[in-house]
C-alpha cells in the first residue's frame, strides 16, 4: 500500500497528443501530454524520411556540403595545373 500523500495524482486515462490529435491514452502523472513525434509518425516505424529543423540547421549544412552544380563549394580534387607543377618537382628528387 502506497503512503498517503507523498505520491502525485495518477491519471490511468492521460491523452497524448501529437499536431493536436490524440495518439493514444497511457497512464501517466500528466492528464495530457503534448509531443513532436511519436512512434506513428517517426521516420524508423514508418519507413519515411521528415527532416525537422531548428533554427536552419539542416539549410545551413546542406549549403556547407552541398556539391550541386554552380554551388559555392570547392573541388576536392586539384586542378590539371596543379597536378602538372607537382609532377614536374617531383621528378628531380629521388
Do not use: L
Not at 503534448?34 to 545551413?60: A, C, L, M
Amino acid at each position: 500500500m502506497p503512503k498517503t500523500g507523498i505520491h502525485p495524482q495518477w491519471y490511468p486515462e492521460a491523452k497524448v497528443y501529437c499536431n493536436g490529435e490524440v495518439v493514444m491514452t497511457i497512464g501517466s502523472t500528466q492528464p495530457e501530454i503534448h509531443v513532436d513525434v511519436w512512434s506513428g509518425n517517426h521516420p524508423y516505424f514508418t519507413g519515411t524520411q521528415k527532416i525537422i529543423d531548428t533554427e536552419g540547421r539542416v539549410e545551413r549544412f546542406m549549403r556547407k556540403y552541398s556539391k550541386q552544380e554552380g554551388g559555392d563549394s570547392k573541388s576536392t580534387k586539384p586542378s590539371k595545373a596543379k597536378a602538372a607543377k607537382k609532377a614536374k618537382k617531383g621528378k628531380g628528387k629521388k
